[in-house]
T-cell receptor
């Protein structure tokens, strides 16, 4: 079955620390890849997406992700987090007509 | 441009009742998908409608159904509610069927509590 696995369920960082959230998926065909963020009390928002082309994609608020096809991975990175990045982060793939989400990673950034 | 609008925002229902949730997509978007979000199961796909037809369905019982109108607005219905149906129900709209090479825009969700 198609699935998405996020390595970390809860991450706590201090401001200015670097962030990397892991995401692996299981699907052998062509996929669209996404990272969504859910700030407290707000709706899911798209951080970045990969459809094709350059495997290093840049999103909003300084986030970027790298698609490594051979590893079925799409890890999210940010060089320096801020307190306002405190949120839940979801990796998702869209292999065939629907979004399959990972379980989410709660990021807590301490000021 | 207005975003995806879901109504109502909160609902409390009793076991055995039925409920209807509404979703208005972004203007021009013809695809509407529904997702259930719970702490235990995360975000799970319910179904997708495109041009008034259900195009894709997740692994939910037949008590969960939906429809889409000619103006792309969509409704989701859950009959014979169970306690386990308590969840945040999210609607997403996008330009293309199956989110193919396009992103999904999510609404604020409807928080359903079954007592």
């Amino acid at each position: 079955a198609q699935s998405v696995s996020q390595h970390n369920h809860h991450v706590i960082l201090s401001e200015a620390a670097s962030l990397e959230l892991g995401c692996n998926y299981s699907y052998g065909g062509t996929v669209n890849l996404f990272w969504y963020v859910q700030y407290p009390g707000q709706h899911l928002q798209l951080l970045l997406k990969y459809f094709s082309g350059d495997p290093l994609v840049k999103g909003i608020k300084g986030f970027e992700a790298e698609f490594i096809k051979s590893k079925f991975s799409f890890n999210l990175r940010k060089p320096s987090v801020q307190w306002s990045d405190t949120a839940e982060y979801f990796c998702a793939v869209s292999p065939a007509g629907k979004l399959i989400f990972g379980q989410g990673t709660t990021l807590q950034v301490k000021p | 441009k207005a975003g995806v609008t879901q109504t109502p925002r909160y609902l409390i229902k009793t076991r055995g009742q039925q409920v209807t949730l509404s979703c208005s997509p972004i203007s021009g978007h013809r695809s509407v998908s529904w997702y259930q979000q719970t702490p235990g199961q995360g975000l799970q796909f319910l179904f997708e409608y495109f041009s008034e037809t259900q195009r894709n369905k997740g692994n939910f019982p037949g008590r969960f159904s939906g429809r889409q109108f000619s103006n792309s607005r969509s409704e989701m219905n859950v009959s014979t509610l169970e306690l386990g149906d308590s969840a945040l129900y999210l609607c997403a709209s996008s330009l293309a069927l199956g989110h193919t090479n396009t992103e999904a825009f999510f609404g604020q969700g409807t928080r359903l509590t079954v007592v």
